[in-house]
């Protein structure tokens, strides 16, 4: 399965407690990121990830043509819902692509948690299907 992960600064730590906690199950699959978040995840916790541009360079526009052209299959979204975001239409595109496209979508730790054990007991294999 295709992972897409991004992170707000103000949640990148819990970004990365998150991909330490769930590491063999997020190794088993392919782990896409805006830059910074995945640079940060590769330091802590050892996995594979492919880096796009930095959030506000565009790199949540990257993420947002992978999920259009549905080709990614999960997305772990720790927003910060206090602050607002420069590139705040971004951040919406890609929860309105995920909506668009039955891509399931996690925005806070606790729905991100369901999701990957529920791609771990096979939940989400519908999706190569979908694809």
Not at 73 to 79: A, E, G
Request: glycine share 6%.
């Amino acid at each position: 399965m295709n992972i897409g992960l991004i992170a707000h600064d103000a949640k990148k730590k819990l970004m990365q407690n998150f991909c330490i906690a769930y590491r063999g199950i997020l190794s088993k699959n392919e782990l896409y990121a805006t830059g910074t978040t995945g640079r940060l995840i590769e330091e802590v916790a050892n996995l594979n990830v492919h880096k796009y541009l930095a959030g506000h360079l565009g790199g949540g526009q990257q993420l947002a043509a992978q999920i259009e052209h549905n080709e990614i299959d999960l997305v772990i979204f720790l927003r910060d819902a206090l602050s607002a975001k420069s590139h705040e239409p971004d951040v919406n595109n890609v929860v309105r692509l995920c909506d668009m496209h039955n891509i399931p979508l996690a925005t806070n730790l606790a729905t991100a948690e369901l999701l990957i054990k529920a791609l771990d007991r096979g939940d989400l294999e519908w999706r190569e299907m979908y694809r």
